[in-house]
């Protein structure tokens, strides 16, 4: 049966006996922290800074996740989705990309989001959603703090082992206007934050212990030492005069616990010598070493004389125009950057994580701001010029010469590339370690499938007015970095040397590695 219009009020009215419609959905709710005092600061300021940020930012990223946005209300936003790892994702990116805009403004005028997210029933009209399912995810809203994303127990079991996060649990919360209390975790959005969290609550528990520890040892050790300090102080003599400068330097030694409580009674006038803890050298203090600096080992490079080449490709948009380029000399990796490699980087503290898997593997879960580290890390330890490839020389290294759909001709072949149909049965479990597939024409493995590359430059969504130089293309906004190769979990049509994608800078994410560069 259809709806029936009321036309002089333009609503829809459903006819009776129709059932409400309704469904499972993800829900997230956003509200800005402080919003009232922002307005105060600056009225015209924060509403156009939040209606460009609803705009720019979170419209968009909810769209990218496959997720609508049902409304916004001023100075916040409710989404609907029909995934929750997709949900708690466009979170994530949503509170990271903020961290970056608000760097440029001073601490008072930040625009910093508490998001809620949760599963539930919803009720579906035209431009809204009702339920307790939207109620719950507006109170996790409410409890967050300001740039976290606090997600329900619901949520949490849906994703948990589905995104590269930590979880922290905070255990039952009784929240306004809900019967039951609610299972409430706080999102970390890499799992070494999440290490770094219960280490934190680790170390904090071995100090309460070891207080408590120490304190029972003291009150045992007293108990045992008073009554024997009263009886040596009942048979120690009167002090003697202080030994002659002249004395014999052994007789400066400590001498054995046994034979200092028998020289009493042996020599009436002499006083047992009090123990000398800077006398002896064998108990002076020594500085621990210093240790070491973890070996280095440089990535295997190929030179590259450079050259000029075709640069895209009609198969996408994003690969057009079609356009001459030319590349400098430059030398790339032959292989993406491995879990040895970055681990080293790691083993210094510079690297924000250490990375799991096979040392041989290519390193996953990096973030472009990560690859960054790394490369500045290995430039500085080597005194040599190393650096993200841009996206021209990427190319150009990943064609090898050639101007065809793949490097080695216009058809899929197997056992050429990592990806989900490229004839490599293990492909869509892991990334397969470097160099298992043949290389390009100028020596180069995994350039296509294998992981997912960042490049320097930022993400434009096209070539038009891209640099002709090979030079990487860094105006714009660089809240998004390029990525290339397409990797294991991809199709084939991601392999191509081509295909350009994009990622948040800031966000890190399963498939995702990098190689490196080296100027002359």
Request: hydrophobic share 35%; proline share 9%; charged share 25%.
């Amino acid at each position: 049966m259809g709806e029936i219009r009321d036309f002089k009020s333009g609503r829809h009215e459903r006819p009776p006996g129709d059932p409400t419609p309704r469904r499972l959905a993800a829900i997230v709710a956003g509200d800005i922290a402080g919003y009232s005092r922002l307005m105060q600061l600056d009225e015209e300021g924060t509403h156009n800074r939040v209606k460009r940020i609803e705009r720019d930012l979170i419209e968009p990223t909810i769209v990218e996740h496959h997720g609508k946005l049902v409304k916004t209300t001023g100075d916040g936003f409710i989404a609907m989705f029909d995934s929750p790892v997709e949900a708690v994702r466009c979170s994530i990116v949503i509170q990271q990309n903020l961290v970056g805009r608000n760097a440029a403004v001073p601490r008072d005028y930040w625009i910093e989001y508490r998001i809620g997210v949760n599963l539930g029933d919803v009720i579906i009209e035209p431009d809204d959603i009702y339920g307790d399912g939207v109620n719950v995810a507006s109170r996790l809203e409410g409890i967050a703090e300001p740039g976290q994303v606090f997600i329900s127990g619901g949520i949490y079991e849906q994703i948990k082992h589905k995104l590269v996060c930590g979880y922290e649990s905070l255990g039952d919360r009784k929240v306004k206007n809900i019967t039951d209390p609610v299972r409430v975790y706080r999102v970390l959005p890499d799992a070494a934050a999440f290490q770094r969290t219960r280490r934190r609550r680790e170390n904090v528990l071995i100090f309460l212990l070891s207080i408590t520890l120490a304190i029972i040892a003291g009150g045992i050790l007293w108990s045992l030492l008073i009554p024997r300090s009263e009886k040596l102080a009942v048979r120690t003599p009167a002090p003697a005069a202080s030994p002659s400068p002249a004395a014999s330097p052994k007789a400066a030694e400590p001498a054995p616990a046994t034979k200092q409580a028998a020289a009493p009674a042996a020599s009436p006038t002499a006083q047992p010598q009090p123990p000398q803890p800077s006398a002896s050298p064998a108990v002076t203090a020594v500085a621990p070493p210093t240790p070491p600096t973890p070996s280095v080992r440089e990535p295997e490079m190929v030179a590259l004389q450079g050259g000029s080449f075709s640069m895209g490709s009609n198969d996408d948009a994003s690969e057009r125009p079609i356009r001459r380029v030319t590349v400098k000399p430059f030398a790339i990796a032959k292989y993406p950057v491995t879990v040895r490699e970055w681990n080293a980087c790691a083993a210094a503290k510079v690297c924000g994580f250490t990375a799991t898997g096979k040392d041989e593997a290519p390193v996953t879960n990096v973030s472009w701001s990560d690859a960054k580290q790394y490369v500045t890390w290995l430039a500085d330890v080597t005194k040599k010029a190393y650096r993200l490839p841009s996206e021209a020389e990427w190319e150009f290294a990943a064609r090898g010469g050639t101007q065809t759909r793949y490097w080695w001709g216009e058809q899929m072949q197997p056992g050429m590339a990592s990806c989900k149909d490229c004839g490599d049965s293990a492909a869509a479990e892991q990334p397969t370690k470097v160099g298992n597939f043949k290389s390009n024409p100028f020596g180069l493995h995994d350039m296509g499938g294998g992981v997912d590359q960042w490049v320097e430059d930022c993400w434009h969504k096209n070539y038009q007015g891209a640099p002709a130089d090979g030079s990487p293309w860094l105006g714009g906004d660089c809240t998004s970095h390029v990525l290339r190769s397409g990797s294991w979990k991809n199709d084939t049509r991601y392999v191509r040397p081509a295909n350009r994608d994009n990622y948040d800078t800031n966000v890190r994410y399963p498939t995702h590695g990098f190689r490196v560069a080296l100027s002359p």
